[in-house]
T-cell receptor
Framework: AQKVTQAQTEISVVEKEDVTLDCVYETRDTTYYLFWYKQPPSGELVFLIRRNSFDEQNEISGRYSWNFQKSTSSFNFTITASQVVDSAVYFCALSEANYGGSQGNLIFGKGTKLSVKP | DSGVTQTPKHLITATGQRVTLRCSPRSGDLSVYWYQQSLDQGLQFLIQYYNGEERAKGNILERFSAQQFPDLHSELNLSSLELGDSALYFC?????????????FGPGTRLTVT
């Protein structure tokens, strides 16, 4: 069975602090995909990153970075020098391929609510 | 703006009623997914359509149904509504052609059942 666990329900930091959001996943497939989405207070779900199971290279995009470790089934997300605008709920998600190798549905974690205070 | 549109944005209705939520995917995307977000269940996958055909089903109640039309827009029909159906319903779309692509979400329809 596939499962995504985000153990941190809520995190509160002060602006300019670094913060890491944890994500642990379970899957029996050898091919799978991992994602992070952001849900700001306005409610929409914003895509942040996609990672394939066969690509363990870490990624940095501005103040955001992602650490994918297959050995520990983790896909953690770090925000460096956090800002008030980073306040949102962040979801980690897992997807496995379905028909013909195309993308299946997303299995979401419960989300981590990040509050960045000025 | 993700390019996925959903209407209406808000919907308030009474128990026992039936409603239809509409979704237009991004241009070129053949796959449409429906998700439900509620406080107790979190974000849950309901159903997926690909180019007009049902592809996968998740935790979708029998009172709920969906379809994807030839122009690729999709509708989610919710009937015999109960208080517990109050939630935010998202539609997402993706290219789904061979290699994996991310899903882009619409702004959601907030359904309130009174």
């Amino acid at each position: 069975a596939q499962k995504v666990t985000q153990a941190q329900t809520e995190i509160s930091v002060v602006e300019k602090e670094d913060v890491t959001l944890d994500c642990v996943y379970e899957t029996r497939d050898t091919t799978y995909y991992l994602f992070w989405y952001k849900q700001p207070p306005s409610g929409e779900l914003v895509f942040l990153i996609r990672r394939n199971s066969f690509d363990e290279q870490n990624e940095i995009s501005g103040r955001y970075s992602w650490n994918f470790q297959k050995s520990t089934s983790s896909f953690n997300f770090t925000i460096t020098a956090s800002q008030v605008v980073d306040s949102a709920v962040y979801f980690c998600a897992l997807s496995e391929a379905n028909y013909g190798g195309s993308q299946g549905n997303l299995i979401f974690g419960k989300g981590t609510k990040l509050s960045v205070k000025p | 703006d993700s390019g996925v549109t959903q209407t209406p944005k808000h919907l308030i209705t009474a128990t026992g009623q039936r409603v239809t939520l509409r979704c237009s995917p991004r241009s070129g995307d053949l796959s449409v997914y429906w998700y439900q977000q509620s406080l107790d269940q979190g974000l849950q996958f309901l159903i997926q359509y690909y180019n007009g055909e049902e592809r996968a089903k998740g935790n979708i109640l029998e009172r709920f149904s969906a379809q994807q039309f030839p122009d690729l827009h999709s509708e989610l029909n919710l009937s015999s509504l109960e208080l517990g159906d109050s939630a935010l319903y998202f539609c997402a779309s993706s290219v789904t052609s061979g290699s994996m692509r991310e899903q882009y979400f619409g702004p959601g329809t907030r359904l309130t059942v009174t």
